[in-house]
């Protein structure tokens, strides 16, 4: 339970309940605010989803401060929640302004560890707005960096924890309000920027904190845009590319130039080992990659910027139909990503959570959305994230698709221009018509449906099930193939990651040719973080 404050009581110190009702308070007040958020955001991505990010940021600290009251007896101390706080929106940022919102958090708690008065707040901004703009690689103002700094200033005399949080406020509130004519796209759209918006609201959590009072409104959200005829179309990377990382400083450095030349609105914040990615870019492949070589990049998540959701999102609209697909490596993430999915990457071992697939279906921003898991053992997770985004107004359909070739074959098919039941079927229809298989090495001895395997030895699994256990990867890959064409077959697909031999894809496909005259063989490359060899046979 967070804090509930009489009306009239002030502190005079955050201590840790106050930190543990901030959080609350932010968090619902994001919710609240979250779709008038959602229908300003035209910066740096007309995508409509800043409101979202934030909320789930929020949320994501939220549910670290939680953790830790629930874990500590009789109760945290200030020092441990604040930097619960900050792990958990690291962890859980979302977006361009939800990365910059972790790294504000990140910047207060360094100084509030220390003390929670008035000039310890005061300090603790100021840290942030600096935290922040080192954090982005080209600051720009009028966004919510600009707002952030104006709080620090605001309040950077110091003083009372209550006269600090007002004074941030109202520098806040002061510098939002200003943002529209700092931004020439912010005013031809007629609006205050989106993230500065968001960042009001949290400072206003902040305030009613401290005061127990209701905070003055945010400055109007909307101004008289620019005449159409003034209006130059802008065009922008295809895809956002989020990912953790860990990785050292000095590699990190040599990621933000590798990124920052790749493409725009580059942000990453973290330390200590553990960082948030964001970039903007049109090779979102190239992007992971350069997380790869950089240290352990987890949890990434590419989204498409399709041109026609983006301008509804920018009119405040959703798109009428979208596809969220959960796939292993960097590459089939782009690859359905080009297909105007939006992905959820899994790694070995490391499936996704509930949380991230409701975030995925809520970052689509349609009002139909066909989820495809492509993993039995994710069915009954995403059936559950399912259920949430149907709570709140998303039509989902879950397509049980148990392999990456099954979403594959199934993404071939989609029309979004079709009734959405008619292209769930055929979506369906093509996954089912899918066998599957995948090439693993066992990691242990221990007793198969095939027999006993070794350390070492190459499983060729069909359906699941293992059905082959040989000593050479090319040979057990064959094998399993011939089981699956024995059955009948028009194409198969192969999907090979990274280190996987580069000989083996040509080899099968001649393999195919050879013995399987009326069969055609496609090739696709998963990247890193994939499976040795997926095999489809439609």
């Known amino acids: 339970m967070s804090r509930a404050l009489h009306p009239f009581e002030e502190l005079v110190e955050l201590d840790a309940e106050a930190v543990r009702s901030w959080c609350a308070r932010s968090l619902d007040a994001l919710g609240r605010e979250r779709e008038e958020i959602d229908a300003i955001n035209v910066y740096p991505v007309a995508d409509g989803d800043t409101g979202t990010n934030l909320y789930l940021t929020a949320e994501a600290a939220h549910q670290a401060v939680e953790a830790v009251f629930a ?211 049109d090779d979102a492949g190239a992007a992971v990659e350069a997380g790869v070589e950089a240290g352990r ?35 089939l993430a782009g690859l359905c990503a080009e297909a105007g999915a939006t992905t959820v990457r899994t790694l070995p071992g490391e499936q996704p959570a509930g949380d991230e697939l409701l975030d995925a279906i809520r970052r689509a921003h349609a009002r139909e959305v066909v989820l495809l898991p492509n993993d039995t053992d994710l069915r009954q997770t995403a059936a559950a994230a399912a259920e949430r985004a149907r709570a709140e107004g998303i039509r989902v359909a879950l ?14 098919v989609h029309e979004p221009d079709r009734r959405f039941d008619e292209d769930v079927v055929a979506m369906t229809a093509a996954a089912g018509a899918t066998r599957y298989a995948e090439l693993a090495v066992a990691e242990r001895q221990s007793f198969t449906s095939a027999g006993v395997c070794q350390a070492g030895d190459i499983l060729g699994l069909i359906e699941g099930d293992v059905a082959v256990i040989g000593t050479d990867l090319a040979e057990t890959a064959r094998t399993v193939l011939d089981r699956m064409l024995s059955a009948g077959g028009e194409l198969v697909t192969l999907v090979v990651a990274d280190d996987t031999p580069p000989a083996l894809a040509p080899d099968l496909e001649a393999h195919v040719r050879r013995g399987y005259l009326a069969v055609d063989t496609t090739t696709y490359h998963a990247g890193a973080g994939a499976p040795p060899l997926l095999i489809g046979v439609e």
């Open 71 to 281: 874990a500590a007896a009789p109760g945290p101390g200030t020092a441990e929640t604040v930097r619960a706080m900050a792990h958990g929106a690291l962890l859980g940022a979302r977006g361009n302004s939800g990365t910059i919102l972790s790294q504000l958090l990140r910047g207060m708690a360094g100084v509030l560890a220390d003390g929670c008065d008035g000039d310890h707040l005061a300090r603790a901004l100021g840290e942030a707005a600096s935290a922040a703009r080192r954090a982005v690689a080209h600051p720009v103002e009028g966004t919510i960096l600009t707002v952030a700094s104006a709080a620090a200033v605001a309040c950077a005399a110091g003083g009372g924890l209550v006269d600090v949080a007002r004074n941030a406020h109202e520098g806040a509130r002061t510098a939002l309000a200003a943002t529209s004519g700092q931004l020439e796209v912010l005013e031809r759209a007629g609006v205050v920027d989106a993230g500065g918006r968001g960042l009001v609201t949290v400072l206003g959590a902040l305030l009613e904190t401290v005061t127990g009072q209701t905070p003055p409104p945010a400055p109007e959200t909307r101004i008289p845009p620019v005449p159409p005829e003034d209006c130059p179309t802008e065009n922008g990377p295809a895809y956002e590319v989020i990912y953790l990382l860990e990785a050292g400083d000095e590699a990190v450095e040599r990621l933000r130039s590798r990124l920052d030349a790749l493409g725009e609105s580059l942000v990453v914040v973290g330390g200590d080992g553990l960082w948030n990615v964001h970039v903007h870019v």
């Open 297 to 331: 990049p987890h949890r990434i998540r590419i989204t498409h910027f399709a041109a026609d959701s983006a301008a509804a999102s920018a009119r405040g609209e959703r798109a009428q139909r979208a596809v969220v697909a959960v796939v292993p490596g960097e590459g």
């Open 399 to 412: 397509i049980p698709t148990r392999a990456a070739v099954q979403g594959i074959a199934a993404l071939a």
